[in-house]
């Protein structure tokens, strides 16, 4: 079974420059999150996906963030225009919906966004 | 969620067992204890998850005492490949709806030959 990947694995853009990351979760699950690191940091939720429906998107900063998913399957997250503070790992990950009890996410490899 | 907290770091020689400990004094009844593990340039991997008790899979153990306060990882012989970010993690997960996981820090185990 394919894991969650990530493209690209790693994206330089000047400030101002728009990006997209592409996330493929695992076939057949539901949930989709992204979340990121920025330098130094602790690894932060962003938001979270049930199928093509935003279930919690507490944790975008701010509107330069734009995150789809829609058909349910891959998301791609937009940062436009990108700061400086942008730069860091964008992890993304998902799981199935579970039917009670806790539920596994399966994280991808991360893109790492660095902003000059 | 419940805050965790863990050891920044530990060292460790291969074939030794290693146990890592976390706190989670304001740990809820339908919260679970879930451990992530982290290479250099990877995302999170999931190692092992419980509520209470002993759970054990092929990879390590979870002792969890009565009151949930704390949680111990249990990795037996570890070799330098286990050298990684190990991380704490307790929250609700029922049917993705409270689904996001709060990362600490974790704690950096280095493991020497």
């Known amino acids: 079974e394919a894991g969650v990947t990530q493209f690209p694995s790693h994206s330089v853009i000047e400030k101002g420059q728009t990006v997209t990351l592409r996330c493929d979760p695992i076939?057949?699950?539901?949930?989709l999150y992204w979340y990121r690191r920025v330098m130094g940091k602790e690894i932060k939720f962003l938001l979270h996906?049930?199928?093509?429906?935003?279930?919690?998107e507490s944790g975008m900063p701010n509107n330069r963030f734009l995150a789809e998913r829609t058909g349910g399957t891959y998301s791609t997250l937009k940062v436009q225009p990108a700061e400086l503070e942008d730069s860091g790992v964008y992890f993304c990950?998902?799981?199935?919906?579970?039917?009670?009890?806790?539920?596994?996410?399966?994280f991808g490899p991360g893109t790492r966004l660095t902003v000059l | 969620l419940a805050k965790t907290t863990q050891p920044i770091s530990m060292d460790s020689y291969e074939g030794q067992e290693v146990n890592i400990t976390c706190s989670h004094n304001?740990?809820?009844?339908?919260?679970?204890i879930t451990w992530y593990q982290q290479f250099p340039s990877q995302g999170p991997r999931f190692i092992i998850q419980g509520y209470k008790t002993k759970v054990t899979n092929e990879v390590a153990s979870l002792f969890i005492p009565a009151d949930r306060k704390s949680s111990t990882l249990s990795l037996p012989r570890v070799s330098l490949s286990d050298t990684a970010v190990y991380y704490c993690l307790v929250g609700e997960n029922y049917g993705g709806s409270q689904g996001n996981l709060i990362f600490g820090k974790g704690t950096k185990l280095s493991v020497k030959p």
């Open positions: 990950a998902s799981s199935q919906v579970a039917g009670g009890g806790a539920d596994t996410q399966y």
């Open positions: 076939s057949g699950h539901d949930n």
């Open positions: 304001n740990i809820a009844t339908n919260d679970y």
């Open positions: 996906f049930v199928k093509e429906s935003k279930q919690d």
